[in-house]
């Protein structure tokens, strides 16, 4: 067989020749980085498309994770997520902070209000939780509980670009909110990310955070680190969001195709946003149940010896790992439906320039071991 493969995911790469005016600007300018005009125009044009007041740019998504720690002065142990990738917790480890792993809700696979509560010790200071492929928290659940305990809350929303609920952006909830613009998001800027901030203070103090703890050529305020984003990354950016409209109505409808032929095949679940969330269609997880014709593993191996390069996003959990499972909040017995989920989840191939005729052909590979077993 000779098909092309077809990946998991793929960037979104506007025409090159539309790139190139860009990168005229900057070597004209001869300013690579430090806050120049691309990225200054692209936090503004991300506030305003996002609909937040302010933005600090990064140049990736963990770095700004690590940063946000440190702006907040988190320190002790921060309640978090076994279900994510594993920057959230490496984030943590970066700052000396021990990370308490609680479950997830069936629903969504994001943090259970009622088991954060739970865990929270005289040493817990904060909550970091994953808007886990877009879906949102129940961040009024959160919320509750960080005020009832004096607890700051940190949304990683990596996967959150452009979610809306019916207040708004989600990218509001929380003390902060950290972004990734990895190749592989939905919107990218080859690399980068960014934090939200709440106002003009925290983002100017996240801004010395990121260049050093510089104020200006002689005055150092903290120990900060280099995590500017530079003027290439941010003129791509600029040019992404001409773009990501497009990108992300097409992948709803490619979202949809895959609900429309996939439905009732016995064993077989697709993750739903809730009532009145405008989502952006990241990933397409499915959830492989007992009563399918496979295990999730077989049904994995069987698409990728097929050329089509599904992932088991989140396997293993991060509390699996060997840096993180001494913990007595990593136990499997304490997070009993993140542990299903890992074993369960395939996500599905998508992006915007993913063919119909290729998803048709996914979901035929899926449901023919169903089609077999009902024969």
């Known amino acids: ?22 990168l ?53 142990e921060v309640i978090t997520t076994p279900y994510s990738f594993v920057a959230t917790a490496h984030s943590l480890l970066w700052n000396g902070i021990k990370p308490v792993f609680v479950d997830v809700d069936p629903v969504t696979y994001n ?22 492929y877009g879906t949102p928290c129940d961040v009024d659940g959160i919320d509750r509980i960080a005020e009832n305990y004096n607890l700051k809350v940190i949304y990683d ?25 990895h190749a592989t998001k939905v919107f990218n800027t080859f690399e980068g990310g960014a934090i939200i901030c709440p106002d003009a203070r925290t983002k100017q103090r996240i801004d010395h955070l990121k260049n050093f703890g510089f104020v200006n050529e002689t005055t150092v305020v903290a120990p900060g680190i280099n995590g500017k984003m530079n ?24 979202d949809g195709l895959y609900r429309r032929l996939l439905t009732g095949v016995p064993g077989l679940r697709s993750l739903r946003p809730p009532a009145g969330v405008t989502g952006n269609h990241a990933y397409f997880p499915l959830m492989v149940g007992e009563e399918y014709a496979l295990q999730r593993d077989q049904l994995y191996q069987l698409l990728r010896d097929q050329k089509v390069l599904v992932r088991r996003y989140f396997y293993p959990l991060i509390s699996e790992f060997p840096m993180y ?51």
């Open 1 to 22: 067989m000779n098909a092309k493969p077809i990946q998991v995911t793929s960037p979104l790469l506007p025409p090159l020749e539309e790139f190139v005016p860009y």
């Open 24 to 76: 005229e600007r900057i070597w004209e300018s001869r300013i690579l980085t430090n806050g120049g005009s691309m990225h200054q125009a692209l936090e503004k044009a991300l506030c305003a498309y996002l609909g937040v007041e302010h933005i600090a740019l990064f140049a990736n998504g963990t770095l700004a994770l690590v940063t946000a720690l440190q702006a907040l002065r988190i320190t002790g």
């Open 111 to 132: 943090l259970d209000p009622a088991k954060v509560e739970a865990a929270i010790t005289p040493q817990t200071t904060a909550i970091l939780p994953v808007h886990c």
């Open 157 to 181: 929303a990596a996967h959150a670009f452009g979610v809306r609920d019916g207040r708004g952006s989600v990218l509001r909830h929380g003390d902060l909110s950290v972004l990734s613009f």
């Open 231 to 254: 003027e290439v990354c941010a003129a791509f950016g600029l040019l992404q969001l001409k773009h990501i409209d497009h990108a992300l109505a097409r992948r709803a409808q490619i």
């Open 325 to 375: 499972r001494g913990l007595p909040s990593a136990a499997a017995g304490n997070l009993p439906v993140a542990s299903t989920a890992a074993r369960q989840v395939l996500c599905l191939p998508i992006h915007p320039e993913l063919a119909d005729e290729d998803v048709m052909r996914i979901c035929d590979l899926v449901t023919a071991p169903a089609r077999v077993r009902a024969a």
